[in-house]
């Protein structure tokens, strides 16, 4: 009899084994509720965005830059379209339509007062207020005249043809065509160059940083962008679409973060990625000269400890005229500007700002904005600018 009790419970036993041994395979198939994601520490040190990652969610974290592990982005990263910019070669040539919608007024209204059969004081004149109303500075301007007159009256009666060219030479020469307007990007001694972007806010310094980068692209160069401009969210996203659309990688930090340890973070990564150059976008908050002394400044002496800063680039609106001058003079006292960048020459911006420009800061226009698309940042070159601001013979 007992036999049969302890048959039984075998049997139970094992009814109970068959039927919960599957239950327990599907419990231990089945995904947790939600997927663990990696908070990443917030960090007073900027952080590096990968191009891949730099439109979608994700952010890898530079191991140089913070303590914490890399949060990941998921598996389906779809990669932008690397762009191939176009060359920089002849942009000018290939911009002049641009430059001579505003332009065009004021080429033709010296050629026809020089195309007049007598060149009297009045024609003189209207030479003088003619440049003097396209920007290009009353003394330039007074100078420009005169040494043009000396040559007509040398020439005698000289054709229309003639005296184009003779304002065209004038032009040319008072853009001081013998500045040194390389930019200063190929690395030295094993490190990157850095090009720190200055500015003040709406000149463009953000936009101009990112066509920066597609020129140096086009030129075979690699690039990181440093978004030190923390003060503005949206400069940081601009400038990650911007190189995300080249390949580049850019480094920023926390809003309101400190702009030198950005920086500094991203000429760090560029020296660790070996790259040929490191652009740094700087915030151009005008508050006072001694608070951007302050500020540019410390971005300057922090980038410093790593090595030089080989090209200190004003970005400057050229539709501001002789008034962006003046802001102009204020970032040439608080750093060492070595060229400038003049953009929104393609607007109602008159021509003769570049003289102007050159002539008051003493720095060589090194690149002219000419539009909002990704290539319509031309490297400046004084001949080609004055044929598109005379236009055609
Ligand atoms: P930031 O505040 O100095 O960084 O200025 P942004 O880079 O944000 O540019 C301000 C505006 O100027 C944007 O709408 C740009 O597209 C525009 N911009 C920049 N450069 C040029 C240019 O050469 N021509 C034209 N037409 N617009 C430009």
């Given amino acids: 009899?007992?036999?049969?009790?302890w048959f039984l419970i075998v049997f139970l036993l094992l009814l109970a084994v068959a039927f919960l041994a599957p239950l327990a395979r599907r419990a231990r198939r089945r995904p947790p509720e939600r997927p663990t994601v990696t908070e990443a520490r917030p960090t007073e040190t900027a952080v590096v965005e990968s191009p891949a990652v730099a439109e979608s969610p994700a952010v890898v974290e530079s191991p140089a830059v913070v303590d914490s592990p890399a949060v990941v982005a998921p598996s389906a990263v779809v990669e932008p379209e690397v762009e191939r910019p176009e060359p920089t070669a002849g942009r000018l040539l290939r911009l002049r339509q641009r430059l001579s919608r505003s332009q065009g007024l004021v080429g033709r209204g010296l050629l026809a007062l020089l195309a007049r059969d007598r060149l009297d004081d009045d024609t003189w004149d209207e030479v003088e207020e003619t440049l003097i109303s396209a920007d290009v500075g009353v003394e330039a301007t007074r100078?420009?005249?005169?040494?043009?007159?000396?040559?007509?009256?040398?020439?005698?009666?000289?054709?229309?043809?003639?005296?184009?060219g003779l304002l065209a030479d004038e032009l040319v020469e008072a853009l001081d065509p013998g500045l040194d307007r390389t930019l200063r990007a190929s690395p030295h001694d094993g490190t990157p160059a850095v090009l720190l972007v200055v500015g003040v806010n709406g000149s463009g310094k953000t936009t101009t940083c990112g066509k920066i980068a597609r020129v140096l692209v086009a030129d075979g160069r690699s690039v990181v962008l440093g978004a030190a401009d923390t003060?503005?969210?949206?400069?940081?996203?601009?400038?990650?679409?911007?190189?995300?659309?080249?390949?580049?990688?850019v480094v920023r930090g926390p809003e309101r973060g400190d702009p030198a340890a950005v920086a500094f973070?991203?000429?760090?990564?560029?020296?660790?990625?070996?790259v040929d150059a490191v652009v740094i976008d700087t915030a151009g908050r005008?508050?006072?000269?001694?608070?951007?002394?302050?500020?540019?400044g410390k971005v300057k002496r922090v980038v410093e400890k790593h090595g030089p800063v080989d090209e200190t680039l004003l970005v400057l609106d050229a539709t501001t005229g002789q008034n962006g001058l003046e802001q102009a003079r204020v970032f040439t006292e608080v750093v060492d500007v070595t060229g400038v960048a003049l953009t929104k020459l393609d607007g109602t911006a008159k021509g003769g700002i570049v003289i102007a420009v050159q002539r008051k800061l003493g720095i060589p226009v090194k690149l002219v904005g000419l539009g909002e698309g990704p290539d319509d940042l031309a490297p400046f070159e004084p001949k080609a600018f004055v044929d598109a601001l005379l236009g055609d013979d």
């Fill in 143 to 164: 100078e420009l005249v005169e040494r043009l007159r000396a040559k007509a009256r040398v020439l005698g009666t000289a054709s229309a043809t003639e005296l184009r």
């Fill in 286 to 296: 005008l508050q006072n000269k001694v608070g951007l002394m302050d500020e540019l």
């Fill in 231 to 249: 003060f503005r969210a949206a400069a940081a996203d601009q400038l990650a679409t911007w190189a995300g659309r080249v390949g580049a990688e």
């Fill in 1 to 5: 009899m007992a036999s049969q009790y």
């Fill in 265 to 274: 973070d991203a000429v760090r990564r560029g020296i660790d990625s070996g």
